[in-house]
C-alpha cells in the first residue's frame, strides 16, 4: 500500500505528499503548543446532515459526469450508483466521509498547513466552487479506477479555474474552505460591481456577465432532474426566462444586527452575515435594491444607529417597497387606479403594503411573503396564465370555444398571486391556504380586483380534493409550495384526483424534481412513453410538456422552476 494512503476498506484517492497536504493529525514528530492541543482535544466528529445534501449531490454528479466523459455512448443510466465504496455500504462510506486527509483550520491545524492550491471541477446549485487537488487529466483517471477524491467547497469560484484556498471546516466526505485568490481565471469572470462583493453573503454570481448567470440557472434545473431520476436527464429544459432588472429589482431587505461584548453602539455592523461566518458584515447600500428600498435602507440603519444603545440583543430591520397614491388625500389604495400610484417605502412590519403587477394590485403585510421582484411578475405570472389558456384550447374537444379548462384550483395560494392573476379565463377558481392571514388577504384581493368568481378556503392543501367537487377532466391544479417542496401524501391525493392540467410552480428545484420522481415511481409520470413499473395502477398518467425556469433574483443562485403536467388520456 503507498505510504501516504490510510486503508479505511474505501478507495481512497492517493495525493502524492506535499507539504500542503500534510495532516493536522498526532504525532511523535509533530510539536504543537499547549493551545493547539486543546483545539485538537475539542475536534468535532464529522455527521452526515441534510445541510450536506446539495454539496454532495454536486460531488456525485461530478463524478458521474466525469465517469461518463471517458465512456464512449454510455448514457446516464450506465454509471455506477456509487464512486470511493460499494453502493450502500454504509461503513465504507462513514469511514471515508470522517477521515480528511487534508488539515483544517478548525480542526486545529495552523493556517499555514491549510493552504492549498486546487482545481475548480463544478459550481453547486448554490453557486459554490466543487474543487480537488487533482487536474481534470488526475480526476478523469481516478474515477474511472474507482478511487474518490477528497473535495473542497470554494465560495466565488467558477469551472475550470485554479485557485489558492484554505481549508477550514471538515464536513462529511468534504472539506470548507475560503477562497484566498484565483491564480487561474475562467474567461467568464468579470469585475463585480458591488464592493461587498466576495465578502457579503446575499449574492454569488456578481461576477459573472449575466448572460452566463441564467445558462448557470438552466443547467441547474437540468442536473436537478437528472439527479433525480437519469430519465429526466433526457428532458428539455427551456432557456431561463430573464429579469427585466440585472440590478435595482429586489423590492424587499432585511439587514440585521448583532450586539457582541466590547463593541461599542457606533461600532455595531448593520448589514447582512459575511460568508461562511456567523458575524455581520457592515454594509451602507444594496445594489440589487430598487432605487426606492435603497433610499429605505439608509434610513432603517440611521433609524437603528440613533437607538442603538437601547437594544440588548440584536435585531432584523425591514425594508419593503409599496405602491401609495399620488394624491396624499386619499385614504386607501383600494379605489385608485394603478397608474396613479407611485413607490414608496416602510419600514415598520406592522404596517400594509401594495404591490402592483400588471392592472392588479395586491395588498398584504409587510412582514409576510410576496414575490421580491415586481419587475419580473408580469412575465412570471403571465406565463403560468398563457399555459393554462394553451391547453384549455388544445385540449377542446367541443364545439361551444369555451375550452377544456373550466376550474382552477390554487394550492398554496398565499395572498391569492396566481389564482387572480388567471381567474378571467376559467368558471370557478378555488383557492386553499392554511394560513388566516393568507386567506384574509386573498378575499380583499380578489374583492379590491374584481373577482368575483374565487373562492378561498382555509385548509391543508395536503387535504385540498376532499373539498373539491369539480370534474378533474375539466380542471387545472396550480401548486406553489415552499422551498422544501411538497409532501408525498399530497401527491397521491393530486395523482389519485387527476386533474387534467398541473402546473407546478417551485422556488426549490431539487425537492420539485424530487417530487416529480415520486409521481414518476408512483407511474403517474410517463418519460418517452413509459412508467414505471408497479404493482398500483395510477388513476391518471401525465406528460411533462414544459420545464421553464425565471430568474427572480439575479446575482444569486436561486432559480424559480415552472412545469406543466398535461394528463394522458
Same mark, same amino acid.
Given at each position: ?63 458521474r459526469d466525469t465517469w461518463l466523459g471517458s465512456q464512449d455512448g454510455a448514457d446516464c443510466l ?55 487537488r487533482e487536474a481534470p487529466e488526475q480526476l478523469r483517471e481516478l474515477v474511472m479506477q474507482g ?16 485557485? &489558492? ?103 455595531? #455592523? ?94 398584504y403585510p409587510a412582514s409576510s411573503f410576496f414575490q421580491n421582484n415586481a419587475s419580473i411578475l ?45 381567474? &378571467? ?35 391543508? #392543501? ?108
Amino acid at each position: 500500500m503507498p505510504e501516504n494512503t490510510v486503508d479505511t476498506g474505501t478507495k481512497r484517492a492517493v495525493s502524492p505528499p506535499s507539504a500542503d497536504s500534510r495532516s493536522a493529525g498526532s504525532g511523535p514528530e509533530q510539536k504543537r503548543t499547549k493551545s493547539q492541543h486543546n483545539r485538537l482535544a475539542k475536534k468535532r466528529r464529522v455527521r452526515k446532515t441534510d445541510a450536506d445534501g446539495t454539496v454532495l449531490e454536486a460531488i456525485e454528479l461530478l463524478l458521474r459526469d466525469t465517469w461518463l466523459g471517458s465512456q464512449d455512448g454510455a448514457d446516464c443510466l450506465d454509471a455506477p450508483a456509487a464512486f470511493g465504496w460499494s453502493a450502500g455500504d454504509q461503513q465504507a462510506e462513514a469511514a471515508f466521509c470522517r477521515e480528511p486527509p487534508v488539515p483544517a483550520k478548525l480542526a486545529g491545524a495552523d493556517e499555514s498547513e491549510c493552504e492549498l492550491d486546487v482545481y475548480v471541477h463544478e459550481v453547486t446549485e448554490r453557486g459554490v466552487g466543487i474543487a480537488t487537488r487533482e487536474a481534470p487529466e488526475q480526476l478523469r483517471e481516478l474515477v474511472m479506477q474507482g478511487l474518490r477524491p477528497w473535495v473542497f467547497t470554494v465560495p466565488f469560484t467558477l469551472k475550470g479555474e485554479r485557485a &489558492r484556498i484554505r481549508s477550514v471546516r471538515h464536513e462529511w466526505g468534504y472539506t470548507q474552505a475560503d477562497l484566498i485568490g484565483v491564480t487561474d481565471k475562467s474567461l467568464l469572470r468579470i469585475e463585480a460591481p458591488c464592493k461587498y462583493f466576495g465578502q457579503c453573503s446575499g449574492c454569488q454570481l456578481q461576477h459573472v456577465e449575466y448572460k452566463d448567470q441564467l445558462e448557470f440557472k438552466r443547467q441547474v434545473v437540468e442536473r436537478a432532474f437528472a439527479h433525480a431520476n437519469p430519465r429526466f436527464g433526457k428532458l428539455p429544459v427551456l432557456p431561463v426566462s430573464q429579469s427585466p432588472l440585472p440590478y435595482g429589482y429586489r423590492t424587499k431587505l432585511t439587514p440585521h444586527f448583532d450586539i457582541r461584548k466590547n463593541v461599542q453602539p457606533k461600532d455595531v #455592523a448593520i448589514g447582512f452575515n459575511i460568508v461562511g461566518q456567523r458575524r455581520v458584515l457592515d454594509i451602507e447600500d444594496c445594489i440589487i435594491g430598487t432605487e426606492t428600498v435603497r433610499r429605505g435602507f439608509g434610513q432603517a440603519r440611521k433609524a437603528a444607529q440613533d437607538k442603538m444603545s437601547s437594544y440588548k440583543r440584536g435585531a432584523t430591520l425591514l425594508v419593503r417597497e409599496t405602491n401609495i397614491p399620488k394624491d396624499t388625500l386619499a385614504d386607501t389604495v383600494v379605489d385608485v387606479p394603478v397608474a396613479e400610484l407611485v413607490k414608496d417605502y416602510t419600514l415598520d412590519p406592522k404596517s400594509w403594503v401594495t404591490d402592483v403587477v400588471d392592472d392588479l394590485k395586491f395588498r398584504y403585510p409587510a412582514s409576510s411573503f410576496f414575490q421580491n421582484n415586481a419587475s419580473i411578475l408580469p412575465a412570471f405570472t403571465g406565463y403560468v396564465r398563457e399555459e393554462l389558456q394553451k391547453w384549455s384550447r388544445e385540449l377542446n374537444t367541443g364545439s361551444d370555444g369555451a375550452g377544456a379548462l373550466r376550474t382552477l384550483i390554487d394550492a398554496y395560494c398565499g395572498s391569492g398571486l396566481f389564482a387572480i392573476a388567471c381567474h &378571467r379565463f376559467f368558471e370557478k377558481v378555488v383557492g386553499i391556504e392554511i394560513s388566516n392571514e393568507s386567506i384574509s388577504c386573498a378575499g380583499d384581493n380578489a374583492k379590491m380586483n374584481g373577482a368575483d368568481n374565487i373562492e378561498f378556503i382555509l385548509g391543508d #392543501a395536503a387535504r385540498i380534493f376532499e373539498k373539491v367537487s369539480s370534474d378533474p377532466s375539466g380542471t387545472a391544479v396550480i401548486i406553489d409550495p415552499p422551498r422544501k417542496g411538497s409532501n408525498p401524501d399530497f401527491l397521491d391525493q393530486l395523482v389519485a384526483y387527476g386533474p387534467r392540467v398541473i402546473v407546478y410552480i417551485a422556488c426549490g428545484v431539487p425537492a420539485q424534481a424530487r417530487d416529480l420522481n415520486h409521481m414518476y415511481n408512483r407511474g403517474a409520470i410517463a418519460i418517452d412513453g413509459q412508467v414505471a413499473s408497479g404493482d398500483a395502477k395510477p388513476s391518471a398518467v401525465y406528460r411533462i410538456a414544459a420545464i421553464q425556469p425565471f430568474d427572480l433574483f439575479p446575482q444569486t443562485y436561486h432559480v424559480e422552476n415552472i412545469v406543466t403536467l398535461v394528463r394522458e388520456d
